[in-house]
């Protein structure tokens, strides 16, 4: 799933597009786009049809339209899932392979939900108040993220602190904190020369606080060069790939040197998932001995 700069990067190439647009008529092609709005395909086409789009929001990994007419306002959540593509197009453009849903605009325009996987889709929600913004009800249970005026800092230094799990699967916890996957919380781990496996209470206020802004930190430089492509899955609004794994530092980087001590990079599974990190600037928590 694309991580926060990535759905970033999306959002503001849709916001730019997509404001005050009227939807003149949606087509879904695909029933797995839509398996997670329970009405039905026919149901999220005819209440589509007409509105206009007023904003296009985001908190963490989840993208959302705000959509409008005299009626209602509703929520289109977007699930990007392992592959889900926003483009935009011209009416009468060619479909592109794995096309899902299709929103006919005003002006000649299209926005198109790619999706090769299918584990993707949009809903329709209502929207509820979390922390004193309106965000949709699937998602207010999201902690709000480093770019959000509600985020605190100190909460989350808080949070971690009584807790007593290893720091990566703390911070890729999207109710802690939101919008971390797992290449930026192995970038933000070696930019503060912490190892993933350390344990949340063993670690000073001071340093969790510096971790959070390294988390901010690296976010922002990734969302400035629209994010980190690996592959054509992960593509903006005009279908152009990010250039941020250019710049990364730990992740995708095992046996190359550490760009800051030279060391080898190493990797190792966590969480079903691979984690990398520089043996000499983030050592290791030593083992615990079992007790008779």
């Known amino acids: 799933m694309p991580e926060l700069p990535e759905v970033e990067t999306i959002r503001l190439g849709l916001q730019t597009h997509l404001a005050q647009r009227t939807i003149g008529r949606v087509e879904v092609s695909h029933p797995r786009a839509v398996r997670r709005h329970v009405l039905g395909a026919t149901d999220l086409e005819n209440r589509l049809r007409g509105k206009r789009i007023e904003a296009v929001e985001r908190r963490g990994k989840y993208l959302w339209l705000i959509a409008a007419d005299s009626a209602d306002d509703v ?9 889900g593509q926003m483009l935009l197009a011209d009416e009468g453009d060619p479909d592109p392979m794995h096309l899902r849903i299709r929103a006919v605009l005003d002006g000649g325009r299209e926005l198109r939900f790619v999706d090769q996987r299918t584990f993707g889709g949009w809903h329709l929600d209502e929207t509820v108040d979390a922390g004193g913004r309106t965000v949709p009800e699937s998602v207010a249970h999201i902690a709000p993220d480093p770019f959000e005026p509600s985020y605190d800092p100190e909460r989350v230094v808080d949070v971690l602190r009584r807790k007593n799990t290893e720091i990566k699967r703390a911070v890729l916890d ?51 060069v629209g ?37 080898l990079i190493m990797r190792e599974q966590f969480m079903n998932r691979g984690s990398h990190f520089c043996p000499q600037c983030q050592p290791p928590p030593r083992a615990r001995r079992k007790t008779r």
């Open 174 to 224: 999207q109710t802690v904190v939101s919008g971390v996957g797992n290449i930026y919380a192995d970038e933000a781990l070696w930019r503060s020369s912490l190892h993933g496996r350390r344990r949340t209470r063993g670690i000073t206020r001071a340093a969790l606080g510096g971790l959070l802004d390294d988390v901010a930190a690296v976010m922002g430089d990734a969302i400035r």
């Open 227 to 263: 994010g980190t492509s690996f592959d054509d899955l992960y593509v903006d609004v005009n279908g152009q790939s990010g250039y941020f794994d250019r710049s990364l530092s730990s992740y995708g980087r095992a046996g190359l040197p550490c760009p800051r001590c030279g060391t």
């Open 75 to 83: 929520a289109v959540v977007v699930h990007l899932g392992m592959s």
